[in-house]
T-cell receptor, first 113, second 114 residues
Framework: AQTVTQSQPEMSVQEAETVTLSCTYDTSESDYYLFWYKQPPSRQMILVIRQEAYKQQNATENRFSVNFQKAAKSFSLKISDSQLGDAAMYFCAYYGKTDKLIFGTGTRLQVFP | KAGVTQTPRYLIKTRGQQVTLSCSPISGHRSVSWYQQTPGQGLQFLFEYFSETQRNKGNFPGRFSGRQFSNSRSEMNVSTLELGDSALYLC?????????????FGDGTRLSIL
């Protein structure tokens, strides 16, 4: 069975600085998708970025980028130029042949002015 | 385009009762998935519906059921409520079942069992 591990329950960053959130996963599949979702206090899960396993190039969405290391089964999220609005819970998720999102336990990100 | 709409936003029930939660997907989306979020267990997949058929199911007891209507709206029902059912229930929709289609989430229904 696939598992997703987020080893950092909490992280903090100063406004305008860069922070990296870690995620590792375990799978025997070769074709899958990885996602980072953000959940602010408003509760809605918002898709931040996604990565297709067959693509070697790391995905980027504005200030958000990932470091995808397929062999190491690692999928970290880098947030550049952090803003107060980035404060939220961040969930790493895996989507493979089971056709369901498997989430990590989340990392709470605090952003200080 | 309106997002995923879940109603009600909050719900308080007592043990033994049953509850029905509603989810209206984004227009044009035909797949609806349900998740339970608790502090202890995190986010867990409940089930997925596509074209009015349950396509996938997580590891939850039979007290948890759902259905999808012809307009893609979905309902989730929990019978004989237990204290442990207190959770945030999230609904997500996607265009189809292709892995390439990202899921879009609603704001959730916060269910509290007294």
């Amino acid at each position: 069975a696939q598992t997703v591990t987020q080893s950092q329950p909490e992280m903090s960053v100063q406004e305008a600085e860069t922070v990296t959130l870690s995620c590792t996963y375990d799978t025997s599949e070769s074709d899958y998708y990885l996602f980072w979702y953000k959940q602010p206090p408003s509760r809605q899960m918002i898709l931040v970025i996604r990565q297709e396993a067959y693509k070697q190039q790391n995905a980027t969405e504005n200030r958000f980028s990932v470091n995808f290391q397929k062999a190491a089964k690692s999928f970290s999220l880098k947030i550049s130029d952090s803003q107060l609005g980035d404060a939220a819970m961040y969930f790493c998720a895996y989507y493979g042949k089971t056709d369901k999102l498997i989430f990590g336990t989340g990392t709470r990100l605090q952003v200080f002015p | 385009k309106a997002g995923v709409t879940q109603t009600p936003r909050y719900l308080i029930k007592t043990r033994g009762q049953q509850v029905t939660l509603s989810c209206s997907p984004i227009s044009g989306h035909r797949s609806v998935s349900w998740y339970q979020q608790t502090p202890g267990q995190g986010l867990q997949f409940l089930f997925e519906y596509f074209s009015e058929t349950q396509r996938n199911k997580g590891n939850f007891p039979g007290r948890f059921s759902g259905r999808q209507f012809s307009n893609s709206r979905s309902e989730m029902n929990v019978s004989t409520l237990e204290l442990g059912d207190s959770a945030l229930y999230l609904c997500a929709s996607s265009v189809g079942t292709d892995h390439n289609q990202p899921q879009h989430f609603g704001d959730g229904t916060r269910l509290s069992i007294l």
